[in-house]
């Protein structure tokens, strides 16, 4: 148990709807990640926050977006959804000069 | 941040060790290596990571060449539960920085045979 937790662990929904996964970095990380990985694909940094503050973008589309709470939990949001955006969405944690803790994943299906 | 080269697949006999190499010619002086590994679908687990000297830990030894162009991460005595897929990338000032662009590539697919 990594201490991340991300929530839902499964999500089915249909094309152009809009959704929101979540993540509960470890207690006391300030870093919170989001990955995206696509069937037989290595992951794809999305986006960094830390204590709240957007830090690093990748290749997020500009249909997603993502929020740092202050409590720290983070939220994704994705929107207009496509077919090809069924993947696994990965969340992680740490802190400064330290290694990730990963969660568990959401497996997103769109149909 | 660097990008890193690892070959798509290697088998290893269980019980034996299995060596795992990684290219980062590109690496810069601030960035260190770090060792992943993801079991089937799971999330990834940290394994290890260095700066310029060795490292060691419960899990594997991390062997980073004198000019850190290059690395090999060490599981001494690969079990079936070592299947796995072993990313390794390379960040500054350690991972969880701020301002990283992390790049992940497709990894190195451990098989470990019975």
């Known amino acids: 148990d990594s201490g991340v937790t991300q929530t839902p662990k499964h999500l089915i929904t249909a094309t152009g709807q809009r959704v929101t996964l979540r993540c509960s970095p470890r207690?006391?990380?300030?870093?919170v990640y989001w990955y995206q990985q696509s069937l037989d694909q290595g992951l794809q940094f999305l986006i960094q926050?830390?204590?709240?503050?957007?830090?690093a973008k990748g290749n997020i589309l500009e249909r997603f977006s993502a929020q740092q709470f202050p409590d720290l939990h983070s939220e994704l949001n994705l929107s207009s959804l496509e077919l090809g955006d069924s993947a696994l969405y990965f969340c992680?944690?740490?802190?400064?000069?330290?290694?990730?803790?990963f969660g568990q994943g959401t497996r997103l299906t769109v149909v | 941040d660097a990008k890193t080269t690892q070959p798509p697949s290697m088998d290893c006999a269980e019980g034996r060790a299995a060596n795992l190499p990684c290219n980062h010619s590109t690496i810069s002086g601030n960035e260190y290596v770090y060792w992943y590994r993801q079991i089937h679908s799971q999330g990834p687990q940290y394994i290890i990571h260095?700066?310029?000297?060795?490292e060691t830990n419960e899990m594997a030894s991390l062997i980073i060449t004198e000019d850190r162009k290059s690395s090999t991460l060490i599981l001494p005595h690969a079990t079936l539960r070592d299947t796995a897929v072993y990313y390794c990338i390379v960040g500054s000032s350690g991972y969880a920085g701020n301002n990283r662009k992390l790049i992940w590539g497709l990894g190195t697919s451990l098989a470990v045979n019975p």
């Open positions: 260095g700066l310029k000297n060795n």
């Open positions: 207690s006391g990380d300030l870093s």
């Open positions: 992680a944690s740490g802190k400064t000069g330290g290694q990730a803790f």
């Open positions: 926050y830390y204590n709240g503050e957007e830090r």
